[in-house]
Structures are given as C-alpha cells and as structure tokens.
C-alpha cells in the first residue's frame, strides 16, 4: 500500500505544484506589480504587493482552525475538498479586471487558495503517518518538497516566459494552471489511509482538539514554561522579520528601478530560490543530524546576513547580477531553514509536547510574516516621500537599499542571538541530551 500512496502523492504532488506555482509570493506579486501598474496608484500598489507576500503566514496563523474542523473526520473527502476550492479560486482570477477593483479581487482570491492550502498542509501529515512506514516517510516526505521546489521553479519560469511575450495571455494562463490541480484531484480521490476507522476513533477519545482562539494562549504558556525555547523564538522572531522584509522591496524595485520584465523577476524573487533549495538541504541535512538546532540556526543564519547585504549593495550600485547571487543564496539558506523549520522544535521538546511546541513556532512565524511586509514598504514608501538621496543615487534605490540593510542587520543580530543562546544553554545544546530530555 505504501508503494500506491507513494505513487498517488507523487502524482498530486507534481501537479497541485503547478496550480500553486502561480500564487507563490515571488511569482504573483510581480505578476500585480506589472499588471496594475497602469491602473493603481504606485504607493497603494506596494501595499498590495505586501498582502500578496504576507498571504502565505495569514493562512499559518489559521492552521488551529483547520485541525479542529478536521478532528474525527476522514482526512481524504476534505483534502479533496481544499483541492477543489484551491482549483476555482485561481481559476476565477482569470476575470479580474485590470483595475483597482480588479485587483483587490485577485488578492482576495489569492489569500482565500492559500487559506485552503493551509488546511491541506495541516491533513498531510496525517495521511503520511498512516500510510508510511517510520524507516520511509522522512526519504518520502524529502521527495516530496523537492518536487513541490523544483516545480514551483519551473511553473515560475514558465509563467515569467509566457506574459514577457504576450502580457495580454494571463487568463488562459491562470485556466491553464489550474487546470493541472485536477490532475491532483482525482489522484487523491484514489488515495486510501491505512487503519482510518481506528485513527477517527482514537481521536474522538483524545483531549478535545484546541479551539482557533486557543491557540495564542498555548504560544504563551509554552513559551512561559520553557525560557530557553523563548529565547530560541525570539531570536527566530528577529531573524524571521529582518529575512522577509526582502522579497517585496526586491519586487518593487525590479520595476521601479530596474525596469525588468516578467521573466528576470519571477527568476530572482521565486524561481532561481526555488531551484537551489533542493540542491542544499542534503548538505545542511548533514549537519544538523550531528548539532543542536541552537547551533545550526547560530552559522545557518550568516547566510541570511549575506545575502540581504549583497541585495543592499546591487540595489544601491544598480548590479542586477548581484540580485541573481542574492536569489542563490536565498536557496541556500532556506534549504537549511526549511529542514530547522519542520525539525528544530524536537530539539526542546518533550515527546508529548511536540505538538505545542510546533504550534508555538507556526504562529509567531505567521505573525512576523505578516507584519515584514507591510513593514518594508512602510519603511520604502516614506523613504521615497523624503526624496532622500544618498551619494547622488537615485531615490527609489536610496529607499530600498536602506530597507535591504536593515534586513542585514537584524538578520545579523538573530545569527549574535542564537550564537548567544549556544553559550548560555551550554551543554543542554547537544542533539543527544535534548532528544532524551
């Protein structure tokens, strides 16, 4: 049975990827910047720019909902469901008018998939801990987030290629995409979860599932339990902040200040970052199997560091080619980041609190993504009203590169952080003690 699961997930992996490729951050964002520039004033057009990049984290912050709603219930019908719901409404961007009604239609269109995304996200595991043995599922669950990075990769690049030739080709586009996500449908449709009957009724017997409003007080009272692990979040906070304030400044300026077209931004913002992610993680993976997640997340984060600096310097001298080396490094660091996301919280955890523990980091990551965003283009925004201009540079760049280095500096100081925490847990910082904690 799991050989068919396997097979099945591979296929609705490949394609919901494709039908998600267009609503990624880096894809969609550029695709409003350039279709509404005509027709949204540029300032309220940064802002939605922002939502586009916070979508993603509001739908994290929703994932308590999701659990209660699907607590008891057979996890296949719903996940289908979400499909369908994610398929339509990608599907319905295709009539968006290029207006500010238009647009504000397509990002609601946009935050409702990723809500629904959300809500399948939360039933996978479920599905793979019934269905794989413990010895595969770490090597499936891999294979799948490499195919889901290297299709999003690829649909970028399709799509940038696409709407550079023919702009006016968006809507056959997006029925295209979407399109493919039935391929996933009605390969879930076929997918069986081993020994369900038993798994429904065991958790109708558990403690009542957390309420949405629960969830906030959980995130207190675990991080009021455990000091150490509230140093490790805070720390992941300021990181988290400082990393995400790049992707909708680089957006912007990729039009405002470059002048590039589909393609070349989809690449820097999404696809080239896509790509490279699968190439890293077995490198960091190597890694953080011999340390503490404290003290990969302590040399990890220095990539951060580079990466926003080298954005700050290609923005501030007018070097597009340092904004492809920015978007390789961003795969890099968040091939590591993507693996001390789904893992690092086992490093403090006691085994029955796992779940907390992980909710805990959701949360505050859905709340740090939702702030950096609107943050960064605040920040841009009044720099460019102040018409401040450094060294002679011109003043979009001036306000970009002064938010770039600030995403620097505060990912530098996440990195002194982390590495201060290292010293101060000492030897509670090793994998094997706190594994067995």
Known sequence: MARRSYTLESITTICFSATLGI?????????????????????????????????????????????GLSHGRAKIPLINLLQLAVILLIAVMALTPVSLAGLTAMVCLVVLARVCWS?????????????YPATMRATAVGNFQTMQYVMAGIVGVIVGSVLNQQPAMFAPLVIAVSACGFGAFFATRKQRVRRERRMRKAEFNAAPVLKPWEGPLIVWKVLRKDSAWARFMLWMFVLGLGNMLMGPILTIVLRDQFNLGYLRSILITSSITALVM????????????????????????????????????????????????????????????????????????????????????????????????????????????????????????????????????????????????????????????????
Request: net charge positive; glycine share 8%; aromatic share 12%.
């Open 119 to 131: 809500g399948i996200i939360t039933l996978r595991p479920t599905v793979w801990r019934s269905n």
């Open 278 to 437: 699968p190439l890293s993680i077995p490198l960091w993976a190597r890694y953080l199997d011999r340390s503490h997640v404290v003290r990969f997340r302590a040399r990890q984060t220095w990539v951060f560091v580079v990466s926003a600096s080298i954005a700050c310097l290609g923005v501030l001298f007018h070097r597009v080619e340092l904004l492809y080396l920015t978007a390789a490094l961003q795969g890099v660091a968040y091939g590591g980041g993507t693996l001390a996301w789904n893992l690092g919280h086992v490093d403090f955890a006691p085994p029955t609190h796992t779940s907390q523990y992980m909710a805990s980091h959701v949360t505050l990551n859905g709340l740090r993504g939702l702030l950096a965003p609107f943050v960064a283009v605040g920040l841009y925004n009044a720099a460019v009203a102040l018409g401040f201009s450094f060294a002679g540079i011109e003043i979009n760049a001036t306000a970009a590169s002064m938010v770039l280095a600030l995403s620097a500096v505060m990912c530098a100081v996440g990195a002194l952080g982390f590495r201060r925490l290292l010293t101060h847990m000492g030897d509670r910082a090793t994998l094997g003690k706190a594994r067995s904690a």
């Open 23 to 67: 609503v990624e951050g880096g894809v969609i964002s550029n695709i409003a910047k350039r279709r509404f520039e005509n027709a949204v004033a540029a300032e309220e057009l940064n802002f939605y720019v922002a939502l586009l990049f916070a979508a993603p984290d509001l739908a994290n912050i929703l994932s308590f909902f999701w659990s």
